[in-house]
């Protein structure tokens, strides 16, 4: 069987991830992308079964790349792999008309039925009346930041971690090797770069969450503090105070009454003095 053309385009920003899964190389011959800027040039003189985008943490330049490619080529399918697990992200891919969003690590039979539907547009192709460039503009989701900054790479797994799992017990330890570091090095660097220590910051986060869930006028104050991670409401209750300077209670009457309004996400943040975490997203 003859094996599909795939264009990689390697955006990659951790050298740890700036690699083709195996598979891919296994099953398609590909062709790799020697200058992003050059995209176009390419795929003019080459003919291609599909286009890869390898976006291991997006922003807008790297999102918007992808847009124009697909708005300029409407007829090339075009795939997005990532290490960002966000389904907000993934709508806008497939509303920006991607193929297929993969996430890594990548399973084979993740990849195998990505191939199949690979292969199965190259057969129909032929027979498809060529599509128009569209105007539809699906816009990129809030949280992806305009743009990323190499330096946060390293840090940006023990970010994503702690947004997965904060209602559970985090052990620095743990997060330090999805960081590919020791935990002294992983403690320094991230006081270093975000002004707090990690556990100072699983705190913040929970406390961030716990303000979305006292959004609901009906939240019972108990059922957060567990909800976010804290074993002891009263704790829970002194700690929000410390930080928000208000307590639980509070905080909800105060944002019941201003419903209509909603809270101020980036006033709350900032008052937690909270990293930006939306890469991690």
């Given amino acids: ?66 847009r124009k490619t697909k708005m300029r080529y409407p007829q090339v399918p075009i795939l997005l792999l990532t290490l960002q697990h966000s389904e907000s992200l993934a709508v806008w891919a497939f509303r920006t008309r991607v193929l ?9 039979g993740e990849f195998h039925r990505c191939l199949q539907t690979i292969r199965y ?11 128009t460039q569209t105007d539809n503009v699906a816009p990129i989701p809030p949280e992806i930041p305009l743009t990323m900054r190499t330096d946060d790479v390293q840090l940006l797994p023990a970010l994503y971690f702690v947004k997965q799992n ?11 090797d999805l960081c590919n570091m020791s935990p002294f ?15 100072d910051y699983v705190v913040r986060y929970r406390i961030l969450e716990s303000c979305r869930l006292l ?10 503090a567990y909800a976010v991670g804290f074993n002891d409401a009263s704790y829970f209750s002194r700690t929000f105070r410390r930080y928000v300077g208000t ?10 009454d ?20 939306r890469a991690a997203s």
């Fill in 166 to 176: 904060f209602r559970y017990k985090i052990r620095s330890e743990a997060v330090s």
């Fill in 185 to 199: 090095r992983f403690s320094r660097s991230f006081r270093e770069q975000y002004g707090i220590t990690f556990q």
């Fill in 215 to 224: 959004e609901d006028p009906n939240a019972n104050i108990t059922d957060v």
């Fill in 121 to 131: 547009v190259k057969k129909i192709t032929p027979n498809q009346r060529p599509r």
């Fill in 247 to 256: 307590t639980p209670s509070a905080f909800c009457t105060e944002q019941r």
């Fill in 258 to 277: 201003r419903l209509d309004n909603g809270s101020d996400a980036a006033y709350i943040r900032a008052i937690l003095n909270l990293p930006d975490d």
């Fill in 100 to 108: 297929d969003f993969l996430v890594k690590p990548l399973t084979r």
């Fill in 1 to 66: 069987m003859i094996k599909p053309r795939l264009f990689w385009v390697d955006l990659t920003l951790s050298v740890k991830h700036a690699e083709l899964p195996a598979v891919f190389t296994e099953s398609c011959e590909v062709e790799i992308c020697p200058d992003a800027s050059q995209i176009n040039n390419f795929i003019d003189r080459n003919s291609i079964d599909c286009i890869c985008f390898d976006i291991d943490y997006p922003d807008h330049r790297s999102l918007n790349l992808l």
